[in-house]
């Protein structure tokens, strides 16, 4: 069995703080923490793949800061095979596709707009209000989901704040989530125990993994509709400005995607409406 996961840094257990997860210099003492806590939460997802009979664990390091490096790599369980983010435009994940058999989400924070989500965003903190798939506001939780159903594999399980729980039992009932804190505004949160969470993760997942062959994998119908709405109209000028995008207000564009997996691109000069 394979499992692909996606790791971010906001929902980490052991996370509380903006500095931990952005910090501009690689070795601030508070940036270095939220690196040992990435790793931490790391190894505690392929521990529990493991008992739960993995064969081969691919993670990906999906928070933009790190650019691929966030792992300490003298820490990391060295069962774990890196993969990236693809260079190339439409922007492809590297090692997820249709031998997969399971994906997971570690580390997650809930989608922008969201109550007491622990820096709440998708994609574009303060940038971007609203992301759509089809008419529901999704975060990037749903976007991996859309991407990965598209190749037949099921998003089975998410850790991160209460926020984000609660997103994945609304939107994804299936998937088995487990909370690292409860956020208290848009950068604070009171934390539960570091340790006692990640000995949960372990045994989340683990149960998670065995019931896969009957995980629900969400494949809606393409060509699927993106809608976003952006702080500033200003944002949306360019996008609204190439063929085959509507907009729908002032801040609000939105359009069709062909394949799921182009989820993540940002209609530009070189992008083609699906026919
Ligand atoms: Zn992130």
Redesign the pocket.
Known sequence: MIVWVCT???GLAGIDQWDQ?YDPDDNSPAYRYGLEQLTAEVNAVVAGCFDAGVTEMRVLD????NGNKGFILEKLDPRVRRVWFTQMNPLRLEGLDDSVHAVAMIGQ?AMAGTLHGFIDHTQSPKELCRYLINGQEQGEMGQIALYAGSLGVPLVYVSGDEALCDEARRLFPHVRATPTKKGTGWDTCALYPPDQVRTQIRQDVAAALRHVDRAWVWRPHPPIEVTVEWAWSGRADPIAGVPGVKRLNARTVSWMIADPRDVFTWPSESWNPPR
């Open positions: 971010d840094m906001e997860c999906g928070h933009g800061r924070h």
